[in-house]
């Protein structure tokens, strides 16, 4: 998923309509044409932001447009999970060999740095030295085509650029593949030696030029009066297309000089230190510096995990996740997310001053050595959301300077001026009793964070930037700068995604126990093949709903579970719990069990809050409470609690097992088993216990 802007000539589908933007006016409206009917309308440019987000507008996939059908707005793949091993292979291999030209950028990258890359990957394949996977099937025993040159890398180069880093762009076009139309030898050289004449010069030929010509060679190559010996005449697309395959350097380079090339190929303004918004962003976690306390009873829960994200250009913080998950892929999606999106009202919801104006899809995004940002599916969402991982050097927090400074500054501009903070280490807080004097719950700091965040951090002069960040981020604003933003904003939800593979039965899809069903499930059940598994994802935060892929449509399925009394809002840690104490409990595990079992996990859970004492254990309570969702994503007026005395439709009065049998130390006794196919090493935290690594 490439990156998009609100400017000029760029397309998108709105409300079944397309149009294209012909001008952008200073008062932040735009004006579009209908590619329709022509029709002109001016608009403003937040409406059509927050149409994007809500699903009503997308955007055109750049490189793939016909200028006179209808646009296409779905890409070919999704993800990278949706094409083959094989393809998959390739896409990252080529994106092994360009990436260092990619980090050099335009403005730095000489034909020689080319060359001298791929003298270099050709080198490290000799030796059999490469860091990334080339073979594939079984055993592996199959290995994908590595042959490189310097046209082909300037190719792959040009499509990485022109998608928006959208590592996708790399994926062979294999599945487009018809029958293979080989020209003879001699036609061959007769249409290279035609366009290298005529095509690669200074002076101007079009296409029909070089198709004429080359009839005439063809004509003239053919012996007379012996058919046998007739040469096929190449048809006009075909010359069309080995046009369009030329590398683009070498052909601005014959038809207008080395001087107008680089020109041309060349990025101004690219800098190490970013000079304009969403180039490099930062991310890390750290426990906040302040205790919090239970809603309902008042006592103390433990200290929340703070995961912030922050553009480093303008010092202006993005989003963050707040909540009493330890840090983890979870934290991190949820943080991002945060920080893609539009904030919506927060002056109304938080009584902030200052509105949440910054949004939108980075080039960059640095992360440190943690598990939860090294796996399969942070890479794969970053590069196919356009964005570039950049892992610092181990032990290294001044590579992040920017988001280490922002952890400062919050703990001493906020968390230690509030009753309850544990300050930054014990001299500091003497005998000050955190404990004691904690009062604040999670959505008190969450209010707390948006008014320090919006109206002091945001509007207060920084030394480092010579500014201050609001000032700063309204002035790119005023020059033209727009956010990149995703095609498809559901798309975000699915690529930051948990992916599992799982048949179609006549009832639908199983997974945990869990069923999902959806209409369009049984024909797409009667086009697999038996046996044959479909790709889901589905976020880990609210397994109420996951996401089936259709191969045959290219698209994924929003299918929800049939329990939705049970599943919604429901943690994917949440209903291990519930699994894990129901086969404690019963020999069978089904719907109707788990809907037992989450009400008398929640009656426990209750009952240890009225006598629990121990931090660490009422931290796991407000875990469970707020199952895995950010403070900005909880409800503000009704607790994050399941209902405990509803009778389950149809339910049989039974003998439940006494209360006092059940351990109270339920949530710190339970040790989860995960099937290990399932559960990636990637950084999801599923238990306290791993992370304290009893």
Known sequence: MNGHQFTLRERFKWHNTDYEI???LDDGRINLVSLATGEMLTVAEQDLAQALFNGA???????TQPPNDELITEPAF??????TPKQRLVAHYRYWVIEPLVVMGRHKRTEQAVMDRVEAVVEMLERNNVPVKLTYGKDDGEQIHTALSVRGAYRWLQAFETSGQDIRSLIPNWHKRGRRNYLPKTVDEIVTATINDLHLQRERHTVDDVYLETLLRVDEASVPDEEVNQLRVPSRSTIHR???QLDTAETLQARQGKRAAKRALS????MEQPTRPLIRIEIDHTPADIILVDADDGL???????????????KYPLGYYLGFEPPSYLTVCEALSHAFKPKGDVQARYGAVHDWIAYGLPRTLVVDNGKEFKGHSLEDASLSLGIMLQYTPKMTPHFKGGIERLFNTQNSGLFHTLEGTTFSNIFARGDYRSLELAKLTLQDIDSALHIFLLDYYAERFHKGLQGIPARRWESFLADGFKPRLPANVDDIDILLGRMVQRCIFHYGVEIDSLRYNHPELAFLRTQLKKGEKVKIKYHPADISKIYIYNPFDNVYLNVPAVNQEYAQGLSLWKHSVIRTFL?????????????????RIQEIVDQAKSRQKKTSRRQKIARWETSGRSAQNLPVDTPATAPTSLPLEGEEKEIVPDMGSVSPKLLDNIRLQFDPEELEAEGWRVTHAEEEGS
């Not at 507008?57 to 490189?63: D, K, N, T």
């Not at 999704?78 to 094409?83: A, G, H, R, S």
Request: hydrophobic share 35%; charged share 35%; glycine share 8%.
């Open 300 to 314: 103390p829960l433990g200290r929340p995990t703070l995961t912030s994200v922050m553009d480093v250009a303008t």
């Open 57 to 63: 507008l997308r955007f055109a996939i750049a490189g």
């Open 242 to 244: 080995r046009i369009e």
């Open 267 to 270: 990025q101004y303004g690219q």
């Open 22 to 24: 012909t001008r952008v």
């Open 78 to 83: 999704v993800t990278l999970d949706d094409c």
């Open 583 to 599: 086969r404690r409990e019963r020999d069978k595990v089904d719907e109707k069990g788990l809907a037992w079992a989450k009400r």
